[in-house]
């Protein structure tokens, strides 16, 4: 019987900060989590392409991560945070519109005044094609005017923000459920990779112990529901994070 390779949660999720290669299994094939993870880079090229020789032990790694994940990012507190930042974003995008929404205020004044003239000249009997196309012209540009300026009713930002979190935070528990008990390794790495995309693994020093510290971003949002908002300023609706503080010793 043929034994297909064994699927880990992580696995095509972690790159290397030093040289960008993958993070991959490199030595190792025992049982319970013996096996360790380094930069694939490295472990077949050397020091002199990447020197990053720093070596996680596969359940430390799945472990941390986890940990991490749950504790810093994970958490309503950052969709909060990103849904802040999102919102914060529109507001300055509006508030450079203020001057364009003044200027429109008062030519819609000065088209209602014109309007008004051009309809007391027709009533006094002094009605002409180039009076009608005249009133036409201007109804025309107050109307556009008017459109623009209308205040938003059920399609409020407050509301499009709270619909945003109301989804993020569905997406949230999904996550959650699919990491801590993953019915799939496969769908619950295709859910990481959608909105994780990759986690760098950063070799460092802390308390003298060669560890690794991990970092990476995460969109609860998506493209399509962003949409609602106009884009909402771009990147603005990614609420980066450090996933993790706890260290992966070798």
Excluded: W
């Excluded at 991490?68 to 950052?78: F, M, N, Q, W």
């Excluded at 997406?171 to 760098?200: K, N, Q, W, Y």
């Amino acid at each position: 019987m043929t034994v297909g390779p064994k699927r880990y949660l992580f696995s095509g999720l972690l790159k290397c900060s030093v040289c960008g290669g993958s993070i991959a299994l490199v030595s190792g094939r025992g049982r319970h989590g013996a096996d360790r993870y380094g930069c694939s880079v490295h472990h077949q090229r050397g020091d002199s392409v990447c020197e990053n020789a720093a070596l996680v032990r596969r359940d430390e790694l799945k472990q941390g991560l986890l940990k991490g994940l749950a504790d810093s990012v994970l958490r309503v507190e950052v969709i909060d945070y990103a849904v802040a930042r999102m919102e914060e974003a529109l507001r300055k995008g509006h508030e450079k519109l203020n001057a364009e929404l003044e200027r429109m205020r008062k030519r819609k004044l000065q088209l209602e005044a014109e309007l008004a003239r051009l309809v007391n000249a027709i009533a006094e009997g002094q009605p002409s094609q180039s009076v009608m196309t005249a009133i036409g012209e201007r109804e025309r540009e107050l109307q556009a005017i008017t459109n623009k300026l209308l205040e938003p009713g059920p399609g409020s930002l407050r509301a499009t923000l709270d619909e945003l979190r109301t989804f993020a935070v569905s997406r949230l528990t999904r996550i959650r459920e699919l990491i801590s008990h993953p019915e799939s390794i496969d769908l619950a790495r295709a859910v990481l990779a959608e909105h994780f995309g990759t986690f760098t693994l950063e070799p460092t020093i802390q308390d003298g112990e060669p560890v690794y510290l991990a970092h990476g971003k995460v969109d609860f949002f998506g493209d399509e529901a962003v949409a609602r908002t106009g884009g909402a300023g771009g990147q603005n609706r990614t609420g980066y994070a450090r996933l993790f503080r706890a260290a992966l010793y070798q």
